[in-house]
Structure formats: structure tokens, C-alpha cells
């Protein structure tokens, strides 16, 4: 009987295990099928920027931007974008990202990859069929919907509430939302092209231009000059300035020089004041806010920082008067680290680092686009002007190269014609441009045309393995 029991339980182990053996590679053929199917390669992440929006309507308490957590209102009117007879900035930029983002998509098939190959081509004919196994995918965002109309209006009591580029209330329960650079962030793009128009500019054929701001070691000149007693030591800061490629600071109006302009950005940039004329002492009438804290991001200020804020203790970060002004906290350590001198500073420009470089390549794309297409020719394309250069909050809070474009006047009679009729060639150019960034081209130069593109890709690797961590994602940790 013991060995009738003891055969019988060898026959059942045996089927166990049969079944075993059955059930386990089915097991394993379900658990891959389940992770391929939710497996998302390693890509690269863009995010499109037209600018804009919303309205600019009263009151600013209820439709304004810049929120600020200290006194419970907003600092600024709401910003909707340049207009003129007829055209709105805010909608043409959104057609052209639209435009751009549908270019880039082609990537994401078999079929629509050899399209854009030939569309390459045009720019750089010796192209050879391109590896796409050894390309990192390229994934496209809209940074917002599109613009208001009337019907909108009048479902939506906060018509601004999509666009608004920082952190804001709900109008309704009170809670905090993310305003678009706070979105972008959370993205972790590794490159953010932000569509603009402007006017105001005379230029014969059109004109195109960048946005850029500096890194912390040309702002800190500011601080040099105001602590600084003796004269002579503040001439030769204010001839240094003018020596540099930062000589043409953005004139807001002509009641300061581009010096004078550059400490006022240099003393809201670093205290949220801006500055008497003179540079030396801040206007108390003017306050920005600390905008590093109206936004959701690990380099926000942590803890009751808005009590302390509301003291302007001196020997602080909050300090009213830039001659006690002392950068310290996560922002601050931010701005001092290396990566914001390779987004901000030098570069394949001599200067501006991978953002005016980023914003330059895809202007010379945007001009090609124009002159290849016959658009425009050789002698009727626009001109690329030197950047505009300020405190701008876009390129300075995202964290990600972000390529700031003005692409052209809306009062320009040939910038108004390629706005209205050559959205097309804008977004070949801005796609071609994008891809050229991260995938270099070996570009056909167009005879004595002076801005060609470079064809050279930025260097994202440094980003993305700095001290051991990618810097584009870091801006979210940390957050509660």
C-alpha cells in the first residue's frame, strides 16, 4: 500500500509538472506581450510654443498673469499677442506650429519617414537613406489649444486660463494650475520652439529674429557696478558691457539707454524691482515678483518663504536693494551650475549658448525654406537681425533649450504676405530646422547667401548625463 500511495504521488507530481511547463512560457509570452504594449521607446521630446492666446481684458484681478502668491493678485495685465488690420499673431503662430508639429509626425511611420527623406533632400541632396533604428524618435507637443473665439467667451468666465504663461488660481474653487511654462516643464522637453509676431520694426524686405537672455555671470555685472564706489571701476564695467555682444540690450523705450536697460532687467532679474534710472537704487513702485516661485518647478522656494519674502530681510535673496542682494536657494544654486551656461552662455554663436544657437539654425531653415521654394529670392528674403535680448521669461524658466523666434512684422507688406500665404514654407523650415538639431545635415549652400544653416546638431548627451542624471527631467523632482 506505501508503494501504491508513493506511485501515485509521483503520477500527480508528474502532471503538476506538465502543466508547469505549459503554464509558465504561457505566463511569460503574457507579461512581455503586456509590457511591449505599454513600452514607449526612448525619444526625443519637443514641444511647439505659439505664443499667446488670450485676451487682454479688465479686470486685471480676474484676467491677468503673473500671479502672485505674496499679495494674492496678479502683477500684469495679460498679454494677447501683437495685432494689425486683421491679422492676430496668437492664431497665425498656432496654424504654423500646427503646420510644423504634422511635418515632424511623418517620422512616427514606415510610410511617412520616406516623405520626409525626400523632403530633406531639398536641403541637403546627398542625403543618404537615413538609419531611422539608430534615430531616437522625435515626439511632438502642443504647448496650448487654440485661440479663444466668442463662443468660448461665453462658456468660460476665465477666458485666459489656457494661455496664461504662469501659475494661476481657478477662478472657481481657488485651487493652484499650471500656467504654460509650468506645463512645458512637466514634459521634460528636450527642445521648445516658441512661434511669434511683432511689429514696429522697418525693414525693407522683412525681417526675422531670436529671444534670448544671458546667464548669471552677465547679469552679476550689475551687481559689480552698483556695490562699487569708485567711478573709474564703473566705467570700465559699462565699457566691458559695451564691448560685448550684449551691446544691443533691448530698448523697451527711449527714456533709458541699452546700459541703463540692462541693470533695470539685471535688478528685476535678481530682486523683482525694477531700478531707478541710474541703476543704483530699485523703483518701489515697480515690482514683478519673484517669478521663480510662480511656477511649478524643484527650484521654487521652499517652506514660508512668502513671509520671509514680504520682510526683504537685507543680506538675503530677498533683498530690496541689489547692494545686499545674496543668490541663495534652489534657484539661485540653478543659475550658478553649469548647464545654464551651456543653454545661456558661448555656444556655436560666440555667445547665447544652445538657445541662440538653437533659435539662429532654425531662422537660417525658416530663410531657406523661403528662398528654396521660391518664396522669396535671394535679394527679397528677410533679414536676420541680432537678438533681442532681456530678462524674457520663457527662455530663462524653461528647462530645456528653447528656441525663442520673432518670425517677422505683421506691418511689413512682404512679412504679411509669407504670413498669409506661406504658413507651408515656415513649418518645412521649422521641421527640417528641428530634425537638423538633434540629426545633423550636410547642408547645399546656396551661392553667396550668407545665412546658411550650420547643419550641426546640439549636444544633448551633456544634458542628458549631467553628474549622472538628465537635467531636463530633474526640474520635476522634488515637487509635492
Sequence with gaps: MHDVNQHQKYKKCQNINKGRFFYWPLLFIIVAFSIYSTYEPEHYVVVLDPGHGGRDILPKNIYGDKY?????????HFRPGAQNKGITESEEVYKIAEKTAKILELTYTNEGKKKFEILLK????????????????????????????????????????????????D???????????????????????????????KEKYGALASVITPNFDVYKQAITYVKTKNISKKQKIRRKFFASKYLNWMVTNSSRTHFQWFLCDAW??????WSKKDGLSPDTKKFRGYRHNMISWQYADKGNWVDIAKNHPDNSSYSINLENFIPEGPFWEREMDIPEKWRREDGKEGYGGDNLYASEELLRYIKKSFILNKVSSKKTAPRILNPYISTWSVPTYLNAISAYLEL??????????????????????????????????????????????????????????????NYFKTVQSGLN
Excluded: C, Q
Design 68 to 76: 502672485d502668491p505674496i499679495i494674492g493678485e496678479y502683477r500684469d
Design 122 to 169: 531639398k536641403y541637403a541632396p546627398d542625403l543618404k537613406k537615413i538609419n531611422w533604428e539608430a534615430h531616437k524618435p522625435i515626439k511632438v507637443h502642443l504647448s496650448r489649444v487654440n485661440n479663444h473665439t466668442e463662443e468660448y467667451i461665453s462658456k468660460r468666465v476665465d477666458v485666459n486660463a489656457p494661455y496664461r504663461l504662469y501659475d494661476y488660481p
Design 171 to 201: 477662478i472657481y474653487t481657488g485651487e493652484m494650475k499650471k500656467g504654460t511654462i509650468s506645463r512645458i516643464n512637466s514634459l521634460s522637453p528636450n527642445l521648445v520652439v516658441s512661434l511669434h509676431f511683432t511689429s514696429g520694426r
Design 268 to 273: 528685476i532679474y535678481f530682486t523683482g524691482y
Design 408 to 469: 517677422g512684422f505683421l506691418d511689413n507688406p512682404y512679412d504679411r504676405k509669407r504670413i498669409l500665404n506661406n504658413k507651408d514654407e515656415y513649418a518645412e523650415g521649422l521641421a527640417v530646422g528641428i530634425f537638423s538639431l538633434f540629426y545633423s545635415l550636410d547642408i547645399k549652400k546656396i551661392e553667396s547667401e550668407k545665412d546658411e544653416p550650420k547643419g550641426e546638431p546640439i549636444d544633448f548627451f551633456r544634458y542628458e548625463n549631467y553628474k549622472g542624471k
